[in-house]
């Protein structure tokens, strides 16, 4: 396709009576539409990622209820849209206007619909958890975004309309060409004798999927064939598509939903691929603007590399502990002990902030209104920072960072995130270098003792103080103990292998 075609049908109700994909006239199903929306009394919920397959829905489902009488009209449809606060830019603003026009165009029409946007919590966000907590770049093995971003905050729409109503059916766009597997899942989930499926993990919540035997082809001839029925066409969409070469991200609201992959768009900071190709495609068809993304994502990327480990992330996990595991080694399968590193370093997440930061305030400047991380976002890095489980940001550096960026755009409040100040933590650690004691153990032990401070009983102490002296304070020492308790831990269960295999040998009486 190298342009828009031009619309067949003049009106969009026109479309759904003429129209034939495949085999059977869109009106048909419009029609099975109907029975299924009149069947009973569950409220709908549509879910819209602003693609190809949640459009046609949204749009089906508008045309449906606007040949229904109004009083027929007896349920709501919900239409929610899960916004990562990381999605490609041009899709969030298409998003941003379908809702829009839905919400205004439904009001005027006496339907009962509403369009919702939902975000993680602010605290679980993207940057929240990398730069916050300084989580390693998501990747196959630990894909920690998808439910925190996606999954939790849709699901938790639906189990608020689930808990109001009693039970709830959710409209999805899924498709069974979209892959074997996501066929399978449709498969296994349909309620024998109905058109609804069972939701894979929410109780009294149902699935329908109307265009699920509809091919790509069959989604693009209805898109182009008419206008939309809440006004405009898909012309926006159709040069989303034609500029990236790209499918979308799907509306994940379970983990059998497939991942964005190589060639769907989903969040412009995505590491689980080798290689952005739908953010490369947009830039490449014109969107320059977009190219700081796409090398910010490419850094993020090249600091997932098992090569880069020691230099962008702490030998300690966040447990505060240095941690072994046993993984298959050499071509010949022999077993060999991995290193488990912990949360990226923090000199590393106070120059990313910056460099995001910069990144944002350069798209301002040039006029395009997109927000890369967000003020609520901002205060839970900072406590994060403060609290940080191996090195806490006791300078808490994060306004000075945004203040060399910004200025004094934002207010920030007193640090009143532990029982020192930047003073104290600054004289703590000179001390315990001095006398070979780590500033951050004595400042956790005297922290526990102060919250303890004052109460009539001192019930819990002494295990809060055991905890703290069992992580690990001297890395050498922790290093050269953990390998000979995992060699140890080894020995044993090759032993433990061996009796069993020899159990199993011997003759039975």
Request: glycine share 6%; aromatic share 8%.
């Amino acid at each position: 396709m190298s342009k828009f075609p031009a619309s067949i049908y003049d009106t969009h109700e026109e479309l759904l009576k003429a129209l034939v994909v495949g085999d059977i006239p869109v009106q048909k199903l419009i029609d099975v539409m109907k029975n299924v929306y009149l069947g009973d009394n569950r409220p709908w919920i549509i879910g819209f990622s602003g693609g190809k397959d949640s459009t046609v829905i949204l749009s089906l489902v508008y045309g449906m209820l606007l040949q229904l009488e109004p009083a027929e009209r007896s349920k709501h449809v919900y239409v929610v849209s899960s916004d990562t606060l990381v999605e490609t830019p041009v899709v969030v603003e298409l998003i941003k206007q379908v809702l829009k026009k839905i919400n205004t165009d439904g009001e005027k029409s006496g339907l009962p619909l509403s369009a919702h946007a939902v975000y993680p919590k602010m605290d679980q966000t993207f940057w929240a958890n990398l730069i916050g907590r300084g989580y390693p770049a998501p990747k196959q093995s630990f894909r920690w975004c998808t439910e925190r971003m996606k999954i939790n905050p849709v699901s938790e729409f639906i189990t608020d309309k689930v808990a109001k109503f009693g039970e709830v059916v959710v409209v999805l766009g899924s498709r069974r060409e979209e892959s074997a597997s996501r066929a399978q899942v449709i498969a296994k989930h349909r309620i024998k004798g109905s058109a609804l499926s069972r939701h894979t993990s929410l109780p009294n919540a149902y699935t329908y999927m109307p265009i699920e035997d509809w091919s790509a082809d069959e989604v693009w001839e209805y898109l182009v064939s008419g206008p939309c029925p809440w006004g405009g066409d898909n012309q926006a969409l159709f040069d989303l598509y034609k500029g990236s070469n790209q499918g979308e991200c799907p509306l994940v609201i379970d983990t059998s939903t497939p991942s964005c992959g190589n060639s769907r768009f989903g969040c412009w900071t995505c590491t689980v691929v080798t290689e952005d190709r739908a953010l490369h495609g947009l830039i490449e068809s014109g969107n320059e603007w977009m190219r700081p993304l796409l090398d910010f994502r490419n850094m993020l990327y090249e600091s997932n590399d098992p090569a880069n480990a020691a230099t962008y992330r702490h030998i300690k996990r966040r447990t505060n502990r240095v941690t072994y595991r046993r993984a298959r080694g050499d071509e010949k399968g022999e077993f060999a002990v991995r290193q488990v590193r912990g949360p990226y370093k923090m000199e590393h997440r106070q120059r990313w902030l910056r460099e995001l930061l910069e990144i944002q305030k350069k798209l301002e400047e040039d006029g395009h209104d997109f927000e890369l991380v967000r003020e609520e976002e901002l205060q839970a890095i900072r406590q994060q920072w403060l609290r940080d489980p191996i090195e806490p940001d006791v300078v808490d550096s994060l306004p000075r960072i945004y203040r060399e960026v910004y200025g004094d755009r934002i207010d920030w409040v007193a640090n009143d995130a532990g029982a020192f100040t930047a003073p104290d933590a600054m004289l703590l650690r000179d001390l315990g270098e001095r006398h070979g004691v780590s500033a951050e153990l004595v400042m956790k032990l005297l922290e526990v003792e102060l919250s303890k401070s004052g109460l009539g009983k001192r019930r819990g102490i002494m295990q809060e103080l055991e905890g703290i002296f069992r992580q690990d304070w001297d890395v050498d020492e922790a290093i050269q103990y953990r390998n000979q308790e995992f060699e140890a831990n080894t020995a044993w269960r090759d032993k433990v292998k061996s009796l069993q295999e020899s159990y199993e040998k011997a003759p039975k009486l």
